[in-house]
């Protein structure tokens, strides 16, 4: 982006000034090498969106838990799989509530009860 002022090309000493980070901060941020944790994560979300495009976006967190837990090598639980749906943008579909059929059986008995 261009700096309205100088009409040049923002530098990496302003970007460092302007969020009040070390230039030697920001490289060794910009040279990092990807943890164990965050290649473990990149594997489950993987495993996660093929499964989920299989089954049309069926899974809710518990089942996606169950069957990574099952299919995979690694042990997650649900929050860790409910962060990486967030960070993926996978939601699935909602299902429709049951009815309360005990509820209906009383309405259809009272209202027989009243018509008689």
Not at 16 to 37: D, F, G, I, M
Request: proline share 3%; aromatic share 10%; net charge positive.
């Amino acid at each position: 982006e261009i700096n309205p002022d100088t009409q040049r090309v923002y530098g990496v000493s302003f970007g460092c000034r302007y969020l009040q980070v070390s230039r030697a901060a920001y490289y060794k941020w910009l040279e990092r090498k990807p943890t164990k944790h965050d290649l473990e994560n990149q594997k489950i979300t993987q495993f996660m969106l093929q499964l989920e495009e299989e089954n049309n976006y069926i899974f809710g967190v518990k089942r996606l838990v169950t069957y990574i837990n099952q299919e995979t090598i690694y042990h997650v639980g649900p929050n860790r799989v409910r962060n990486l749906m967030h960070k993926a943008q996978i939601e699935s579909s909602i299902r429709v509530a049951k009815h309360d059929r005990k509820a209906k059986k009383k309405e259809v008995i009272l209202a027989n009860k009243l018509l008689t």
